[in-house]
């Protein structure tokens, strides 16, 4: 079993910045992929940004050049957001990928105000 909680979210206004945090734990060795999506009030929930163990990232393009994903060895995984604008408005969700099984973690409000 893998847990993750994530943690950094919170309001902002359009033009400001947030980094989001996700901490795994528990069965951590063999992740080999890890993401941040996000889901808007109705909506499906999208993927934002991914990295692999061999650190290849993948982002939306909605967010490229404005959020940079990274990891550290100890499986904490970070989400740096800059230049917020009101459409990235969603609860933001760590997701973990290990042994083919994905784990999810509860999430995190970011509101970004115009």
């Known amino acids: 079993q893998v847990q993750l909680v994530e943690s950094g979210g919170g309001l902002v206004?359009?033009?400001?910045?947030?980094?989001?945090?996700?901490?795994?734990?528990?069965?951590?060795?063999g992740i080999n992929y890890?993401?941040?999506?996000?889901?808007?009030p109705g909506k499906q929930r999208d993927?934002?940004?991914s990295i692999?163990?061999?650190?290849s990232t993948n982002y939306?393009?909605?967010?490229?050049?404005?959020?940079?994903?990274?990891?550290?060895?100890?499986?904490?995984?970070?989400l740096q957001m800059n230049s917020l604008k009101p459409g990235d408005t969603a609860v933001?969700?760590?997701?973990?990928?290990r042994?083919?099984?994905p784990y999810w973690g509860k999430g995190t409000l970011v509101t970004v105000s115009s």
């Open 99 to 101: 042994l083919s099984i």
């Open 13 to 29: 206004q359009a033009g400001g910045s947030l980094r989001l945090s996700c901490v795994a734990s528990g069965s951590i060795f």
């Open 60 to 78: 939306a393009d909605s967010v490229k050049g404005r959020f940079t994903i990274s990891r550290t060895r100890d499986s904490v995984m970070y």
């Open 47 to 49: 993927l934002v940004a």
């Open 52 to 55: 692999t163990s061999g650190s």
């Open 34 to 40: 890890m993401g941040w999506y996000r889901q808007a």
């Open 92 to 97: 933001y969700y760590c997701n973990a990928m």
